[in-house]
């Protein structure tokens, strides 16, 4: 008689599991009852996950996407793999390339030969006739990883929000020292924000075959709001009023130009090629399903969650009004 695998037996392993997403998908499936092999470049760095689950549920690895013998290692004995490497901008051998796309198919070629399982994290916005290198790049990375494995689940989100995250905290954090915020390309992107804690829960039923083999699905909020429209929220939640100063694409890109000699740019230009579009659920995605409630999850809103990691950008003594 063979017997079904319990939760305890199941490894799972996390490229990228240090990172954003990353902590919340690990606790996710620690939650689940999964052992947790976090894959990092830097192992040593990666202790403050341990907390997320059990003594002896979650132990880091080394890998390097760009080191394939490094990626198929960390595989061994793994029933899935989810991959959650990810960079915003590029440094020295860290290039789209290297990482998003040729990354993105070692990892796919070494589960293709393990047999394991792949859930991939693409983003909304992945197309190979982008103006944006980040966009090509994770394009080629689900290319990569379909043709590698067929069966594979590929999720692109929205711009993610939650505590850590870059968009909130990185804005209210400017609101706090200057005047006026830029409104990049006069803040009519539209953006459909999801929160991280839904985005872990599709990587989990993904990864639990809850989700449908060989699809791609695009993770959204509940609402679509502008550029304009996030910046005016997330001052209400800090409660600070501050000018939106519109800033045209050609001038951003020029801004870029600059900010992009800084050791960790803050906007680039391939950034604000990126906000050219909007970066929205598709119809197509909404009418096939191919969405977190697809997947059987009411999806968070925001109000529900930015007051709960914003508070600390309040003024002082700001503290126990209500924020929204
Ligand atoms: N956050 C968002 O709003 C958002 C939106 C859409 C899509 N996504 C996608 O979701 C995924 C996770 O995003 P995130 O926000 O969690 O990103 P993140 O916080 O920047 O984490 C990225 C992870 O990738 C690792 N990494 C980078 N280069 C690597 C390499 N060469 N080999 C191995 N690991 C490497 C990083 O570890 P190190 O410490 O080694 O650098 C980190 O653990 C990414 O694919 C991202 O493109 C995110």
Redesign the pocket.
């Known amino acids: 008689m063979t017997e079904t695998p319990t939760s305890n037996d199941r490894l799972v392993t996390i490229?990228?599991?240090?990172?954003?997403?990353?902590r919340h998908a690990v606790r996710a499936f620690a939650q689940r009852g999964w052992r947790i092999r976090v894959?990092?470049?830097?192992p040593e760095?990666a202790f403050h996950l341990q907390p997320l689950g059990r003594v002896g549920q979650i132990h880091a690895v080394q890998?390097?996407?760009?080191y394939p013998d490094s990626v198929a290692r960390a595989l061994e004995d793994a029933e899935v793999a989810i991959?959650?490497?990810?960079?915003?901008y590029e440094r020295g051998r860290?290039s789209f390339e290297?990482?998003?796309a040729a990354?993105a198919g070692a990892v796919a070629k070494a589960a293709a030969a393990a047999g394991t399982r792949l859930v991939h994290?693409?983003?909304?916005g992945a197309d190979a006739r982008s103006a944006s290198g980040y966009a090509r790049s994770?394009a080629a990375g689900e290319k990569a990883v379909s043709s590698a494995i067929r069966e594979a689940v590929i999720l692109?989100?929205?711009?993610?929000?939650g505590q850590e995250?870059?968009?909130f905290n990185r804005f209210a954090e400017l609101a706090r020292w200057l005047p006026a915020l830029p409104l990049i390309g006069d803040g009519k992107t539209r953006f459909q924000p999801v929160f991280?804690g839904d985005?872990a829960a599709a990587i989990v039923a993904a990864a639990e075959e809850r989700a449908r083999p060989a699809t791609v699905y695009e993770l959204g909020g509940p609402e679509v709001k502008t550029f304009r429209e996030l910046l005016e929220l997330m001052l209400r939640v800090i409660g600070r009023g501050r000018l939106l100063v519109p800033l045209p694409f050609a001038l951003a890109r020029l801004q870029a130009f600059f900010l992009e000699f800084l050791p960790k740019p803050p906007l680039t230009r391939d950034q604000v090629r990126l906000l050219e579009r909007d970066n929205v659920v598709s119809p197509k995605a909404e009418r096939e399903g191919r969405t977190l409630k697809g997947l059987g999850f009411a999806p968070t809103s925001l109000e529900a969650i930015l007051p709960s990691y914003l508070w600390r950008f309040r003024k002082t003594g700001q503290y126990a009004r209500s924020a929204v």
Do not use: H, M, W
Request: aromatic share 10%; hydrophobic share 50%; proline share 2%.
């Open positions: 490229y990228g599991g240090s990172g954003f997403v990353g894959a990092v470049r830097r760095l890998a390097n996407l760009r991959n959650l490497v990810g960079i915003l860290q290297a990482v998003q990354g994290v693409s983003a909304i994770k692109r989100p929205s711009v993610v929000f995250d870059d968009f991280v985005v």
